[in-house]
């Protein structure tokens, strides 16, 4: 595409039911639409037990220097960031020249039930290891116009140039 700068992108996502991961599928479409090369990868903890928020021991650790672009998405847990990408975000040795776009998905149908929260711990953590976040977007499973809420998100995540 003329004019449009081609990125070489990674989508890292925690799921532990698949909503984060649905989405991530779909915004990886769209990026591969856009002639990206996307590659999206998940990030494990040994024990995906719910109590297990705190010494998370990560299973599977994807490895971002070949990427220029990222987009980190996970659940909104206890009104926080998923203990297990906060883990894995807090053990990034850099994210300096990245471009990043974060999300996360949530069960209750307002933002402000945990989902800013998220978003706000996303990007400070990314932030703190220098990259630059350029855009985020909250999706709330349980709203009645959920469909339209992915729809925008997956707009906003796409817009790397
Ligand atoms: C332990 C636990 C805590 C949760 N806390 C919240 C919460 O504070 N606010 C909210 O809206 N949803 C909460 N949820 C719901 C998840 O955020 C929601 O279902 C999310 O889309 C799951 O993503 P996943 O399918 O990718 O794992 C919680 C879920 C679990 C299992």
Redesign the pocket.
Known sequence: MKGVLIMKVGII??????????VAQRLKEKLLAGEHSVILEQVMAVNED??AAVNIELKSIPDLNAYDGLVF????????L?PVMKAYLSQLPSLEGKKIGCY?????PYPW???YRAIKQMRKECEAKGGKVFETGI????HKERESRITDVLEKLIRFN
Do not use: D, E, I
């Open positions: 996502v925690h799921s532990h039911t698949g909503n984060t991961l649905t719910h109590s998405g996970a659940p909104v847990r206890g009104l926080s998923s996360v998905t949530q069960y209750f039930m945990g989902g999706v709330n499973w349980s």
